[in-house]
């Protein structure tokens, strides 16, 4: 049984406008999603800025309420919790942020940081000092750390003591949203083979959330990819990149540049804006800008399908 | 300076006084920009690219920063010491310069027609209303925005990441410069609009000749768009070289380290990266000798205490490495 499920999940956000501040429309976020993972896989999800990526990490986590659709972890479901139980989960179940400038306290010293969570979930013994500080040097830091303050730190240590907190309650699952993204290549490596150890020796799950198809690949297992609030495609990693289907993830794997010159390549070049969420096209939603666009595509919305029974390959196009 | 070279950097030295005291963002840093050809600036954030990019037109903040030494030679002139009100003339006529981050560049408080207009004024002072408003649309144009008439009436605000970014090469091009320095322009971007705007990018390079020195830190971006390199590390330049050389034979080891470390050439997924010891040291903080010694897997006694300098190393290339004058190729 998969340890994470998530069936049908909408967030629309409302749009308020006028002077009464009355809803004049929806943000269609996350638009009917759902994938499932594996216990010890990572699954990927992949798509550009916008397309709803953080509102479903953040919807799993529960720190969204759904709009509809449900989110299961083990055997519970999230929406049926009762708070107590929320909390119990929550040692399950721990999320990594892009920003490691602003999503630590910056009046916390490393110590408070990592202190907190062992205080809210009752697990505060007296030799937290030690764990604290075996902790640190599981992730990379020295104990000398724990009495500093996360400015002092680079980009990459401070995602370091993201990760240390995340970790900390020997989570099942870990829900990484653009945990690289904002650090330099040189960084980005070091915090990725720290990931991948930490998913080796504490057996973790992880949804690894990212714009950048190379750091996804390297990461995951299987992949959904997304555009404007749905999954278009997905299978497994090797696949997406080998034998994509979907126009849209073709064209976003066209587009990445590489670090070979001789692999300079013809460019599928998309035309076209990506469309609002807000308005987002009828039919599909890449037809706006899809070089293989027909009539249907206007006017019927395609399901995500397999082509071959069973391969756990699926795409969202009425051609390919 | 050579013939076929437009700009020539010469041990360039920039400074800026902090809390910690002076410290030498860009020290002593060269290279030369060919005509017609992209020159790239590789190096990871706060190795001094953006410095060096606006020393070359003047536009480094002040009072905090001074340029200590160097020249920066342009159509015989040394820019340096060009008086500024020259220099207002040569900005964005000759040399004109996008960034980033377009609403640095873009007046929020006034319509894309009035910015595009305030260029022309500045610029070409007899052309006349129709004719500047005739010029913005063909711009506009250009750069492939679908209504054109629509964005002129727009406020930055009012405009996608992509579109914005568009506009800002519009006016950076709308004089036709003879040089465009372009300091992480897609970097904000999503990869399909990256890959939108470095093609707009390399078309209308090569319709009109302009030389381009294209800054970034993705080195797919580099191995894609340029002809030359430098590479920088903490102020100073590693390596450069022609782009070829570069990715199939990296020279100096901080090169090298930063190629192995990047994902997508990692052959196998979920397996352990290459990466390089340590990190950048801090500028108020800067080792004696090569500037990535401490980091550096093949460190010698010489390197600790000695500055490299950058060493002819075939080909054109250069690198700052005391191995590679051991071992000349
Ligand atoms: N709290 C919110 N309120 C209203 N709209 C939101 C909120 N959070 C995200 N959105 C909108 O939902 C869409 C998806 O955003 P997000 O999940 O952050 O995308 P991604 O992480 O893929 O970049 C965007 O259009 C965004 O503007
Ligand atoms: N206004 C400033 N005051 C002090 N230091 C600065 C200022 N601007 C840049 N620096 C320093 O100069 C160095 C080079 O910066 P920059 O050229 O912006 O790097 P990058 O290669 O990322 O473009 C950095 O270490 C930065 O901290
Ligand atoms: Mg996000
Ligand atoms: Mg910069």
Redesign the pocket.
């Known amino acids: 049984m998969p340890i994470l499920e998530v069936r049908r999940l909408k967030k629309y956000?409302p749009v308020l406008g006028g002077v009464f501040l009355r809803r004049t429309g929806w943000?269609y976020?996350v638009d009917d999603v759902s994938f499932f993972v594996k216990k010890g896989e990572t699954f990927g999800l992949v798509?550009e800025?916008?397309?709803?990526?953080?509102?479903l990490g953040r919807c799993i986590m529960g720190l969204y309420d759904m709009t509809s659709g449900s989110v299961r972890v083990q055997d519970s479901s999230i929406s049926k919790l009762t708070p107590a139980q929320k909390k119990s989960l929550s040692t399950h179940l721990q999320m990594i942020f892009q920003d490691p400038y602003e999503s630590l306290d910056s009046r916390q010293t490393v110590r408070q940081i990592l202190e907190e969570k062992y205080i809210i979930h009752g697990k505060a013994r007296n030799d937290l000092s030690v764990v604290i500080g075996q902790l640190l040097e599981n992730v990379g830091l020295s104990r000398d750390c724990l009495s500093r303050y996360p400015h002092e730190f680079s980009g990459g240590q401070r995602q370091r003591i993201g990760i240390a907190r995340a970790v900390s309650m020997n989570p099942e699952i870990i829900i990484c949203d653009e945990p690289v993204s904002a650090l330099d290549v040189s960084v980005q490596s070091k915090i990725l083979n720290l990931l991948l150890e930490l998913q080796k020796t504490m057996g973790l799950t992880y949804v690894f959330i990212s714009h950048d198809l190379s750091v996804v690949r390297h990461m995951s297992d299987r992949i959904g990819v997304m555009y404007l609030g749905k999954i278009v495609e997905m299978a497994d990693a090797s696949t997406i990149y080998n034998n994509a289907r979907h126009p849209y993830t073709r064209a976003l794997l066209s587009a990445v540049p590489l670090p070979d010159p001789d692999a300079r390549k013809k460019r599928i070049v998309l035309t076209g804006e990506v469309p609002s969420?807000e308005n987002p096209p009828p039919g599909c939603r890449f037809h706006t800008r899809c070089p293989h666009a027909d009539v249907i595509c206007q006017e019927s919305e395609p399901l995500l399908l397999d082509r071959e029974k069973d391969s756990g390959h699926v795409a969202a196009c009425h051609f390919f | 300076m050579k013939k076929d070279v437009v700009l020539e950097v010469r041990d360039l030295v920039v400074a800026f006084d902090t809390d910690q005291g002076r410290v030498r963002a860009v020290d002593g840093v060269g290279f030369e920009l060919k005509k017609g050809s992209i020159l790239g600036i590789a190096g990871e954030s706060g190795c001094g690219k953006s410095v060096t990019a606006l020393s070359i037109i003047r536009l480094l903040p002040r009072p905090v920063s001074s340029i200590l030494a160097g020249q920066v030679l342009f159509q015989g002139k040394n820019l340096l010491t060009t008086p500024i009100r020259q220099m207002h003339k040569i900005r964005g006529r000759k040399i004109a310069m996008i960034f980033q981050e377009p609403m640095t560049a873009l007046n929020p408080v006034h319509s894309v027609e009035r910015q595009m207009k305030e260029v022309f004024e500045l610029h070409f002072p007899r052309l006349t209303a129709v004719s500047v408003r005739d010029r913005s649309l063909e711009m506009l144009t250009r750069v492939g925005i679908p209504d054109p008439g629509q964005v002129l009436k727009k406020y930055p605000h009012q405009l996608s990441g992509g579109i914005r970014q568009r506009v800002m090469i519009a006016m950076a091009l709308s004089c036709e410069p003879d040089i465009l320095i372009a300091d992480e322009p897609t970097t904000a971007l999503d990869v399909t609009v990256q890959a939108q705007i470095l093609e707009l990018i390399k078309a209308l390079k090569e319709k009109s000749g302009m030389s381009i020195i294209l800054i970034t830190h993705d080195l797919g971006v580099i191995a894609e768009n340029c002809d030359q390199v430098v590479v920088m590390y903490a102020g100073r330049i590693a390596e450069t070289a022609d782009v070829r050389s570069l990715f199939k034979n990296p020279l100096h080891p901080y090169t090298k380290g930063l190629l192995a470390s990047i994902v997508s050439r990692a052959e196998i997924s979920k397996t352990v990266l290459p990466t390089i010891e340590g990190n950048v040291p801090s500028l108020s903080n800067m080792p004696a000798g090569c500037r990535f010694a401490q980091r550096c897997p093949f460190v010698k006694q010489i390197c600790l205490h000695v500055t490299p300098g950058e060493v002819p190393a075939g080909k054109g290339r250069t690198a700052a490495c005391h191995l590679i004058n051991e071992e000349p190729e």
Do not use: D, E, R, Y
């Open positions: 956000f943000v976020a798509g800025s916008g397309c709803g990526k953080t509102t969420v």
